[in-house]
Every structure is written in C-alpha cells, then in structure tokens.
C-alpha cells in the first residue's frame, strides 16, 4: 500500500484506507445532498485520484460499497420500527413498507435506488446473494415464533424471496411516491401477506 499523501497520515492498511475513502464519501454525500465526485472524496483525504481508484473502479463502485457499509444501520432502524410483532405475514407487510419508507430518506442506501443510479446491476442484487444474506439475517431477529406458525426452516428461504422480490418491484415502480401508506400496506397485505400466509397451509399434514 503507499503511504505518501493522506494529510500527512497514512492508513495502516488496505482496511483502514478502505474504511477513510468510504467515511469521506459519506461526508461529501451530507455535504452535497447526495452529489459525490469521485476527484472530490481525493482532495478531502489528501490523496490524488489514482490512489482511489486502487480502491474503487469508479464513482459507482464507490457509491455501492458506501450503500453497502451503511445496510446495518439501515436495517437497526427498521427492527427498532417493527418491534413486537410478532405474526409472520403482519410483521413482513410492515416490516416491506418501512424498508420502502426508510430508503426514501435514507442518505447512503437509498441514494443507489434513486433513479439517477439505478442500475440493473443495482436491482439485481436485491435479489442476489447479498440481498438474501441480510433478509435473512433481518427475519432471525425478528419477535416470531416461526415454528408456533408452521414454519420450517427451508421455509425461510421462500419467505426471503418473497419478501426481497417485492421490494424490488417496488423499487423499481417507485411505489413509494404513488401510493398512501395505508394504500401501501393495503397493497401489501393482499400481495405479499396472502403469499406468507399460505406457505404453511399449503403443506401436507405428513410434512414435518
């Protein structure tokens, strides 16, 4: 790693240079209401713009990894939301419409959905691996009796998909400008909830 530059104060390491680059795009994200140049987040940090791009191929990729770093906190807020329910498809319905309400305020994650970074790539990793290590990760933490309901554990990767492909049709109509929160959730119940519902009612009495 080169130590020259940095302000005078070099990283230790790859992961601390890494971690420096992503707080400055944080701070150029507050500071510009979501406009971030690449050349900017250099001159903050001292370093010129080959040495970011060491890091990062370009202002995309910076853009993601900065949304990526910020998905726990995201989803802290969201379980703070959602606390105590505990019925599968009632905290799932909920649990879509606040993800939806949290993004459209949220500075680093919701900044990759808007539309002037939307990207295929973007939205197919809501479903991709990534996407389905957090959703899960979200459901375990979850005030439900999974098993009281019916529920399996090979259920929860149904329930996974169900849930992260709802959000991205979601993202993807940016449903959020359309429709009232109770027309959401209303919407959500009859789509989502029913789906959720019915995983445990449709299966054999001789399943285990």
């Known amino acids: 790693m080169r130590t020259h530059g940095w302000g005078g104060n ?3 390491d790859d992961d601390e240079a890494i971690a420096r680059i992503l707080d400055a795009t944080r701070k150029q994200i507050d500071d510009n ?6 050349s900017d987040v250099a001159r903050v940090l001292g370093v010129t713009r080959q040495t970011v791009y060491r890091y990062f191929s370009g202002t995309e990729e910076l853009l993601q990894a900065t949304a990526v770093s910020a998905v726990d906190e995201l989803l802290d807020r969201v379980a703070a939301r959602i ?11 909920e649990g879509v ?3 939806i309400d949290e993004l459209s305020r949220d500075r ?6 808007r539309s002037d970074h939307l990207s295929l790539g973007v939205l197919g990793g809501i479903t991709g691996e990534l996407g ?8 375990g933490r979850l005030d439900v009796d999974w098993a009281a309901y019916g529920y399996t554990e090979s259920d929860f990767d ?3 998909e169900m849930a992260l492909r709802t959000l991205q049709s979601l993202i993807l109509d940016d449903v959020g400008d359309s429709r009232s929160a109770a027309d959401l959730r209303r919407f959500l119940d009859r789509w989502l909830g029913s789906g959720i519902r019915a995983i445990p009612a449709a ?5 285990g």
Request: glycine share 6%; net charge neutral.
């Open 108 to 113: 680093y994650v919701g900044l990759m959905l």
């Open 132 to 139: 389905r290590t957090f959703i899960r990760s979200m459901l």
């Open 83 to 93: 606390e105590g329910i505990a019925v599968p498809d009632a905290v799932l319905v």
């Open 158 to 160: 149904d329930v996974a």
């Open 97 to 99: 419409a606040v993800v």
């Open 203 to 207: 299966r054999p009495l001789s399943d």
């Open 10 to 12: 070099p990283p230790r």
């Open 33 to 38: 209401e979501g406009s971030v140049k690449l």
